[in-house]
C-alpha cells in the first residue's frame, strides 16, 4: 500500500514535470497565459469599473446628495439621467440625436461604399486600379477634417466670428441647418467612413464567381434581378461587417459632432460625454459611457442574428471561378467622373479650403490683400489671433512631437503585441486560452473610443493595484492608444501566422534552435508585410485620434489632433488650418515612406 502510493505520487510529479517540460519547449502556451491576464485586466476589468463607477457616489454630487459619501452606491445617476426632469438634456435628445446622426451616415456610406465598390471590382470603369487607390485616401485623414472644411466653406456670422467662403463669393448667409448641425455632420461623417463599406464590399464581390450570374441569366433572368437574387444575398455578411463597423465608428464619433454641433447645441452622446466630464460630472458621463457601450454590443447581436439566419453564403467552389465584369457602355466615362468627384469632394476639397484658411490675415477676408504667410512663419500675433505661425509655435510643436512619439510608442506596443497574439491564437488554435485571447483581444473595438476613453478615467484617475494613479501622464495615453488600436495588429497578425507552415519552426527546434532565434530569424521576416500593415494603421490611426484622447490630454500631454480642436473651440481657424494640413502631410508622408522602404526590403530580401 506504501508502495503504491508512493507510486502514484512519482506519476503525478512526473506528469507535472512532463507539463512543466511542454511549456518551456512550446512557449506558447506561457505566453497566452500572460496574454489573457495581461489583456483582461486592461479590456474586461475596465468595463466593470464603468458599471461601478456609475453605481457610486462621485465628488460632484455631494451638492445633491448632502449625507452620502464618495464611494457609496447609488441610483442617483440613473435616475437624474433617465428619469429626472434634465433627462431630455442629458439622455433622450442626445440619444435621438446619436441615433439620426449614426443610421443617416451609416446608410450614406453603404449606398457610397457599395456602389463605388460594384464600380471598381465589377465593371469596365476607366483606370479601376487607380481608382482603387484614390477611393480610400479619405481613411488616411481625420474624419473631422472635412467638418472643419465644412465649417470654413459654410459658416455663418449669426453665431460669431467671421463668415465663411460662401457668405464671400455669393453674398448669402448660409441658414444655421446648412451650416451647423444634424445635415451637416451626416454629410461629413458619411465622406470620411464610406471607405469602410468600399473595402469590405469590394472583397466580397471581388470572390463572388460570375458563372453563379450567367446561370441566372440562362434562366431568364434580368440584370437587376440577378444581383438581387444572386449577388446581393451572398455578399450579406460583408454588409453587415461595413454596417456594424461603420456604425461603431460613427456613433462613438467626438471631433465632427463638436465643430458642427456645439456652436447650435446640437448634442450626441460622445459630445454629452465630454461636457458632463468637462463640468465635473463624472458619473452622468460614466453612465452615458455605459449606454454608448450597450448600443454597440446590441447593433452587433443584432447584425450577428440577422446574418445568422442563413448558415451558407459560399461564394468560390472547386469548379473553377471566372469573375464577370458588366460593360458600362456609353455610362463609363460618366461613372469614372462622379468616383473622382467623390474623390475630390472628400480629400481635395477640404484641404484646398483648410490651406486658404490658414493664409488669411483676417478671418472672412478671402481677397489677394489679406493674403499672409505668417500663420506659418511668423512670430507674433497679427489681426484678432495672438499667436505666432506654426513654424515658430511652441504649442504646435510640442504637440506634433507629442503625437508622432504617440503614434510610435503605440505603434511599437501593438505590433509586439498583436504578433503574439496571433502567434498564440495559430499555434494553439482551438484551446480554451486561444479563443479567449482572440476574443479578448478584438472587444476594444466594440468600445466607442470616447466611451473608452471615460472607462480609462474612472480606471486610473486613482492607483490600480501596482499601479499608480496615471491620469494626467503621457503613459496613461501610450496605455489606452495601445489597446485600442490592438484589434488592428492582432488581426493582421493573425492573418499572417494563419499563412505560415508550421513546420518551419518545428525544423529549427529540432535542430535545437532557441524561441528567441526563431521567431527573429524565421517568423518574423516572413510575416513582415502583415506585422507592418497593423502598425502602419495604429500610426495613422493615433496621428488622427481624438475621440479617444480628447478626455484625457492637458497641456502637457496635448497632441496634434487636441490642438486643433483647441484652435477651432476658440476661434482660430488660421491656425486650425495650418495645423491640420502638418498633420495630414505627416500621416500621409509616414504611410508612403513605410510602403516604399518596406517594397524595397522584401525586394532585397528575394
Known amino acids: 500500500m506504501y508502495e ?56 460632484y454630487d455631494r451638492a445633491y446628495l448632502p449625507r452620502a459619501r464618495p464611494g457609496d452606491f447609488t441610483l442617483f445617476h440613473y435616475e437624474r439621467v433617465f428619469t429626472g426632469r434634465l433627462s431630455w438634456a442629458l439622455f433622450y435628445g442626445p440619444f435621438i440625436n446619436s441615433l439620426i446622426t449614426a ?42 477634417v472635412l467638418a472643419l472644411a465644412w465649417i470654413t466653406f459654410f459658416k455663418n456670422d449669426r453665431l460669431g466670428g467671421a463668415a465663411g467662403l460662401m457668405v464671400y463669393l455669393f453674398g448669402v448667409q448660409p441658414p444655421d441647418w446648412l451650416a451647423y448641425g444634424a445635415l451637416p455632420i451626416v454629410i461629413c461623417l458619411s465622406l470620411h467612413y464610406y471607405v469602410y463599406g468600399y473595402l469590405i464590399v469590394s472583397g466580397a464581390l471581388a470572390t463572388v464567381d460570375g458563372q453563379l450570374e450567367e446561370a441566372g441569366a440562362i434562366a431568364g433572368l434580368s440584370r437587376i434581378r440577378q444581383f ?48 458632463a466630464m468637462g463640468t465635473r460630472n463624472a458619473g452622468d458621463g460614466y453612465l452615458l459611457a455605459l449606454v454608448l457601450v450597450a448600443i454597440a454590443g446590441l447593433f452587433i447581436l443584432i447584425n ?83 499667436q505666432p505661425g506654426l513654424l515658430q509655435n511652441a504649442n504646435i510643436l510640442d504637440a506634433t512631437l507629442n503625437s508622432i512619439q504617440l503614434a510610435l510608442a503605440t505603434a511599437a506596443i501593438t505590433g509586439v503585441v498583436g504578433f503574439l497574439v496571433g502567434y498564440v491564437v495559430v499555434r494553439i488554435r482551438g484551446s480554451l486560452i486561444a479563443r479567449t485571447i482572440e476574443i ?63 513546420s518551419l519552426e518545428e525544423a529549427a527546434r529540432v535542430q535545437g534552435i532557441g524561441w528567441g532565434k526563431r521567431m527573429l530569424r524565421i517568423i518574423v521576416p516572413i510575416a513582415s508585410t502583415g ?48 495645423a491640420t494640413i502638418v498633420l495630414v502631410v505627416i500621416v500621409v508622408a509616414v504611410n508612403l515612406i513605410v510602403r516604399l522602404l518596406h517594397r524595397k526590403m522584401k525586394l532585397g530580401i528575394v
Open 4 to 59: 503504491a502510493k508512493n507510486m502514484a505520487i512519482a506519476d503525478r510529479a512526473g506528469g507535472m514535470s512532463g507539463r512543466l517540460r511542454r511549456i518551456l519547449s512550446q512557449p506558447e502556451y506561457l505566453i497566452g497565459m500572460l496574454l489573457a491576464l495581461v489583456l483582461g485586466a486592461l479590456v474586461l476589468v475596465p468595463l466593470v469599473e464603468l458599471v461601478r463607477e456609475s453605481l457610486t457616489v462621485q465628488p
Open 103 to 144: 443610421f443617416g451616415a451609416t446608410a450614406i456610406c453603404l449606398v457610397l461604399g457599395a456602389g463605388v465598390a460594384w464600380l471598381v471590382v465589377r465593371t469596365n470603369i476607366p483606370f479601376a486600379p487607380a481608382l482603387n487607390n484614390l477611393v480610400v485616401v479619405p481613411y488616411m485623414l481625420p474624419s473631422w
Open 228 to 275: 438581387l437574387r444572386i449577388t446581393a444575398p451572398l455578399i450579406v455578411p460583408a454588409l453587415g461587417s461595413a454596417i456594424v463597423m461603420t456604425f461603431i465608428r460613427i456613433i462613438g464619433s467626438f471631433g465632427t459632432p463638436a465643430v458642427l454641433g456645439f456652436p447650435v447645441r446640437y448634442y450626441v452622446i460622445p459630445t454629452q460625454i465630454y461636457a
Open 304 to 386: 450577428q442574428r440577422i446574418v445568422g439566419v442563413r448558415k451558407s453564403y459560399v461564394t468560390l467552389s472547386g469548379k473553377g471561378f471566372r469573375r464577370r465584369t458588366t460593360d458600362l457602355g456609353v455610362l463609363r466615362w460618366p461613372m469614372f467622373a462622379l468616383v473622382v468627384l467623390l474623390v475630390l469632394v472628400a480629400v481635395v476639397a477640404p484641404i484646398a479650403l483648410l490651406i486658404l484658411q490658414s493664409l488669411l490675415k483676417t478671418a472672412g477676408d478671402y481677397s489677394l490683400a489679406n493674403l499672409t504667410l505668417h500663420f506659418w512663419t511668423g512670430s507674433g500675433g497679427v489681426s484678432d489671433v495672438r
Open 440 to 502: 479578448v483581444s478584438f472587444l476594444p473595438y466594440i468600445f466607442p473610443a470616447l466611451a473608452f476613453g471615460a472607462i480609462y478615467i474612472g480606471m486610473f484617475s486613482r492607483p490600480f493595484g501596482p499601479i499608480p494613479a496615471l491620469y494626467g501622464t503621457f503613459a496613461l495615453l501610450v496605455l489606452i492608444c495601445s489597446v485600442k488600436n490592438l484589434p488592428f495588429t492582432a488581426r493582421t497578425g493573425i492573418s499572417a501566422l494563419l499563412q505560415i507552415d508550421k
Open 531 to 578: 506585422l507592418v500593415s497593423g502598425m502602419l494603421l495604429a500610426f495613422i490611426g493615433i496621428m488622427r485620434e481624438l475621440s479617444l484622447i480628447i478626455l484625457l490630454v492637458t497641456p502637457s500631454t496635448n497632441v496634434l489632433a487636441g490642438q486643433i480642436y483647441y484652435y477651432q473651440a476658440n476661434d482660430m481657424p488660421q491656425l486650425v488650418g495650418a
